[in-house]
């Protein structure tokens, strides 16, 4: 018999299940993680077995709100449909643990930097939410003694209290406007609600529960002046009564040389470049809004930060450069406030003078919407409060020229497995494909395999001898390549599946 009932097999934890969890899900669902329970061993996970079936079948989990088939960003946290399918076979066969002597050692977060050894960290001092229902947003000055310009080239937050920082702004202030607010207040740091009260700061970083260390592309960096202090606005959410918060930022410098200055700004913006404003979303209304930029000279971006508040459900941008090429930028068509961050492209974009960005943003002020603070709904305007609009799309940019698109931030096919462990289960293996008509070349393959698809957004998935996954990617329709460099010489399956998890194509392939 053929098919995906013919496995006899069931994954089992400790060959299978527990690598594909130490590594995707684990960092949120720990102890102190923004993930409610922890996922840390086997009984975690046979405890939560079926509802990790259900919440990684459906992608809800790990959350990644991006569609991957609109454009593929750096640093994705996502699971591959096999993943996904171990999960789900190891749920249905009842959650066998297997040899623990077999299984990787779980992982250990006690509190460690990635940047182990940063050039500036600063912690703010000690802070006890005060009793209130509302969303506390408070900004805290870091002085942080930087004798010199420098560029910062990564950007770590470690936050104090997990449970209650639900996300972190940095600006750096060269006017010493916020030390001023911040000394006009007693306690630790100043009330801010949106921006933090100072014309000139500059937003050097952002983070939100889950978010990795961002790393400029090499060459560039975020100027940092000479005595700035940096400012950290911290958003504790309404109910963090009496917690306490000390949450730390690590920053990596340029060591010198040569460096481009970036910048990381809200180019598409809901007022001035807002061609459908203004941002007004009457009571029991569905509303579109548009944003346009056209640049002035050429750029490079380099990330991208989509922001909305509560009743946003959808957001999208592009670019259209002269000439008419579309290029897609994000597009995240469920909006969750919850999941919000500055996603790096896997290369830098660059985009010639007179390109013209676009932004969309779908807000519905209706009933239906399960966001919707108001019941029964009232309008919704642009402002700060949570309860307010906004419509930003935050850039990672510089002066653009057209090499810098050979940068490369990230290319791994899949994100890196914790401590490189690996899946076995050779799922799938015995499925069959009714009708295949992808194209492969060169065959055999060296550095570049080519293949044309079109038959839309799917996986593509290479298996050694057995069964193992060595690559994966998302492929659209037209001519894909897979990158082979890191890929030993052998006989290998390629194999693609559609959304559904459907085989859809496969194919010997040859790596000289
Ligand atoms: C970036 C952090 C993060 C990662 C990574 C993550 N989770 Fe979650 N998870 C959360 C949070 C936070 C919640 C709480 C519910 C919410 O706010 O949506 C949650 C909730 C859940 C739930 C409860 C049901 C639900 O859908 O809300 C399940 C089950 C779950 N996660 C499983 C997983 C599994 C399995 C993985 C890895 C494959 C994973 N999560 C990875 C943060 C994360």
Redesign the pocket.
Known sequence: MIGASSIAQTPTWSEDVAC??YS??A???REG?????S?TSFTDAYT?RN??R???Q?R????WPPDQDYRTLAHE?V?SQD?IDI?AAWANGGGPEGDPGLAPPPPTFSGNWVIAQPDITARMEEYVVPPSTNDNYRAFVLPINNPVNSHITGFEVVPGNTEIVHHVLVFADATGQAQALDDADPAPGYASFGGIGVSGAKLVGLWV??ADPVFTPASMGIPLEAGADLVMQVHYPAGSNALVDSTRINLQLSPGGFIRDMAIDAILEHFLTLTDGPLVIPANTVKTFHNQYTTAFPATITAIGPHAHLICTSMKAFAVAPGNDTIPLIDIPAWDF??QGLYQFRKPIFLPANTVLYGEATYDNTANNESNPNDPPEQVTLGEATTDEMMLFYFGWTYGFPIDTTIVVDIDPHPAHHLDCETSFPIGIQDVVLKDDARYWPIPSDDVLYFEWKKGPAEFVLRDATGRSVCALRVTDGVNEVDLSAVRAGLYLAEVRDREGRLRSRTKVLRQ
């Open positions: 594909i969890v995707h899900c960092p949120c669902h993680g923004a993930g409610h329970f996922l939560y509802d990790m259900d919440a990684t459906l809800l989990m790990p959350p946290r699971l993943e999960i529960p889950g919850r999941w």
